[in-house]
């Protein structure tokens, strides 16, 4: 089967789907988005990102006007066309086609765009065995907790690392880290797990909020605290988390291990503990 795209109301393959030159989410990065993993035909979180849709929309005052359970239609009926039970899926919202002005147009309808794709899982050589990170300033505008179109930062700071040969970067502001450019970060220390607090310079991540929930019931203390970056070098694991990578270890930041280099016990009880959840995703 090929790639599944749906427009405004139509699905079709990906490679048919015809966006205007005029949508302003390719004219101005005006619009929002979200990306959600299947699993064996079961969308994760599903009801999570589409909250965190809505709210995005709803700070950039974009209308959308799709109900919860027509999303969910939405979702399991790509899904299906696809043929795909490990899939990724994006959406994107934007708030549509209009001339090139930048007020917002007085009668604008919003683009609805999805793709359905073949979810690659990560290699276990990486999964298992960790990666490498670099510290970069964060450059970014000053709400990161909304999922914008505006990536141009991310997309620099995704290209620095790997030509670093590392798999992520993340953004550090005035001394404070934030999160990766494609994922959150968390910390282990002395037990506990740490995450940089929930402000305007940090999305809230759907799967960051489920790992420090399996972290909590494990009996861990889970903070969302403010995080200085030589915590984060004197901790004594490290781990990425975000949609399409799960639970990832981290084992190298700037060339500098992370106590032994290897990945902390922590970090692979809860990466196994994800791991047995979403193989346990029913729609039921």
Known sequence: MPDIGYLNGQFSPLDEIKISPDDRGFLFGDGVYEVIRAYHGVPAFWEEHFARLVRSAREVQLPFFIEQTDFQHLLLSGLQLSGYQEAKIYIQVTRGVAPREHVFPPKGEATVFLSFRKMVALPMEVSQGGVSVITLPDIRWGRCDIKSLNLLPNVLAKQKAQEAKAFEAIFVRDGWVGEGATSNVL?????GIFTPERTHFVLAGVTQHQVAAMGQAKGHDVQFR?????????????????TTIEVLPVIQINGQPIRDGKP???????????TAYISGLSLL
């Open 226 to 242: 403010p995080v200085p970056i030589s915590d984060l070098f004197q901790s004594d694991e490290v781990f990425l988390v975000g």
């Open 264 to 274: 902390g016990p922590i970090t692979t009880i809860l990466q196994q503990q994800f």
């Open 187 to 191: 910390m282990v220390k002395d037990g």
